[in-house]
């Protein structure tokens, strides 16, 4: 069984590193920025401390793992929030100094393209938490109220905690670009509410992220947990807003699954799959549909490889609101027959 570190709780008026360890969104859309940090001081009672690339547009990734080692080792920084995600983490994550990070376990808040970081962290035997960027959860005229309630469980609260299924959603975006959009709220639909197959329990260690960074991690032969790790591990994942087709993600699966992840692991959990983008503006049908055929594909997939480990979909974590931040490398529950997941943070 792997060995996970504990993550020291944040208290108020605590110092919190804010990093761009892909694209430097706060270089691009200041004011975006701005609202973030605002909502961070005035919801969470933190302090956020910005770092020589958190605004470098075209940072290094040497500059970047820089910021990254300096924020894990400043003893007055108690935990790392990433601005948004990016495309490139691939390119120099692997090459960071394992010493640093594992002498100084801290909790890291990020998605997306930081799933590679967060591999990262895993094998160094340190949790992360799967969510919580500052531009996509904390940069809102209002912040969602569930995503407030379970980032309040990651940085402040010890314990297992069952997870909810919120029954309205959001994956329509506003553009950063008109500041008058600061000031609206966005739009929320009815949600589709949780998908299960398999009735069986199963308990495990989380890993996993965005289905098209775990696809990076594959092809370049990045070093992930091991099979053995595997047995012990419950899968999750999510799509971003490229919105891949069902047969992209049921091919990325189908790759977990050659490679003997798939029959070991305890169970899979499923983020509700972002459907609405600036050019793929589909409509709520539209969505319903991409919806569900990501979800068939999936379990095409996943039953090929195992027939009896839980797989539940459409859960409230990776690119659409409300999110739940998980705790990746955090210990998850499910109880197949009451149909209930729990998790601890």
Request: aromatic share 12%; glycine share 8%.
């Amino acid at each position: 069984m792997k060995e996970m570190a504990r993550l020291p709780k944040l208290k108020k008026g605590d110092r919190v590193a804010i990093l761009s360890p892909s694209f430097a969104a706060p270089g691009k859309w200041p004011l975006v920025y701005e609202l973030g940090l605002k909502n961070l001081r005035e919801v969470f009672g933190l302090e956020p401390v910005e770092f020589p690339a958190t605004k470098k547009l075209g940072a290094s990734g040497e500059e970047r793992a820089r910021d990254l080692v300096r924020a894990f080792e400043d003893e007055g920084i108690q935990a790392v929030i990433t601005s948004l995600g990016g495309d490139d983490q691939v390119t120099y994550v692997k090459n960071l100094p394992p010493e640093p990070f594992a002498r100084n376990p801290k909790p890291f808040l990020g998605f997306s393209d930081n799933t590679h970081f967060a591999n990262f962290l895993w094998l160094s035997g340190i949790p992360s938490y799967y969510g919580g960027a500052l531009f996509t959860q904390f940069a809102l005229k209002k912040m969602d109220a569930m995503t407030a309630k379970y980032l309040t469980y990651v940085l402040f609260e010890l314990g297992e905690r069952e997870l909810e299924a919120s029954p309205t959603y959001n994956d329509i975006g506003l553009d950063w670009n008109d500041p008058a959009n600061l000031e609206k709220e966005r739009t929320y639909e009815p949600n589709d509410g949780w998908r299960w197959n398999g009735d069986a329990d199963a308990e495990g260690i989380l890993w996993g992220g965005c289905i098209e960074s775990i696809d990076e991690l594959l092809r370049h032969g990045v070093q992930i947990p091991s099979l053995k790790d595997f047995e012990d591990i419950v899968l999750f994942t999510e799509s971003s807003e490229e919105i891949p087709p069902a047969d992209y993600v049921f091919r990325v699966y189908r790759a977990l699954g050659e490679r003997g992840i798939l029959e070991r692991v305890k169970g899979i959990l499923v983020g509700r799959p972002k459907a609405w983008e600036f050019d793929k503006p589909n409509t709520a049908a539209q969505k319903k549909e991409y919806r569900e055929k990501q979800r068939e594909a999936i379990l095409r997939a996943v039953r090929h490889y195992n027939k009896t480990a839980p797989v539940v979909q459409n859960l409230d974590f990776g690119h659409t609101n409300p999110q739940i931040a998980l705790p990746y490398g955090g210990r998850v529950r499910i109880d197949g027959k009451a149909r209930k997941v729990f998790v601890n943070f």
